[in-house]
Nanobody, 128 residues
Framework: QLQLVESGGGLVQPGGSLRLSCAAY????????IGWFRRGPGKEREGISC????????YYAGSVKGRFTVSRDNAKNTVYLQMNSLEPEDTAVYYC?????????????????????WGQGTQVTVSS
C-alpha cells in the first residue's frame, strides 16, 4: 500500500523540542518534494517546512524559520522535522505530504492541494 505515515507528535512544554517523522511505504521518495503542513485550532492550513528529497534543498515559512529543521534519510525513505523552541502557537495537527517533480518552495505553497500522497496527521500540543 502506498502511504505516508507520520509519527512523533505529543505534548511538550513551551521552549521544548520534538522530532516528527514521515515515512513512505510502497514507493521511494526520490524525485519527490515532501512538505510539512500544519493546521492549528481556528487557523488556516500552513505549509511550514519542505524539502526536495533528491537535492536536499529546503524551504521554510517565516513562522518557523530558525526554529524548525527539515531533513531526510535516503536509506530509511523518511523525512524528519526537528522542532525546537516550541511555542503555544505551534499547537496544531501536523501532516506530511509528497508531490513528485516539484520544488521545496512550490511544495510549501501549493503542495497540499496538488500533492500525490498525504499522511494521516499527528497532534502536537505545546502547553505548560
Amino acid at each position: 500500500q502506498l502511504q505516508l505515515v507520520e509519527s512523533g507528535g505529543g505534548l511538550v512544554q513551551p521552549g521544548g523540542s520534538l522530532r516528527l517523522s514521515c515515512a513512505a511505504y510502497g514507493f521511494t521518495l526520490e524525485h519527490y518534494a515532501i512538505g510539512w503542513f500544519r493546521r492549528g485550532p481556528g487557523k488556516e492550513r500552513e505549509g511550514i517546512s519542505c524539502i526536495d528529497f533528491t537535492t536536499g534543498s529546503t524551504y521554510y515559512a517565516g513562522s518557523v524559520k530558525g526554529r524548525f529543521t527539515v531533513s531526510r534519510d535516503n536509506a530509511k525513505n523518511t523525512v524528519y522535522l526537528q522542532m525546537n523552541s516550541l511555542e503555544p502557537e505551534d499547537t496544531a495537527v501536523y501532516y506530511c505530504a509528497a508531490e513528485e517533480l516539484t520544488t521545496a518552495q512550490a511544495m510549501c505553497i501549493t503542495g497540499w492541494e496538488e500533492g500525490d500522497y498525504w499522511g494521516q496527521g499527528t497532534q502536537v500540543t505545546v502547553s505548560s
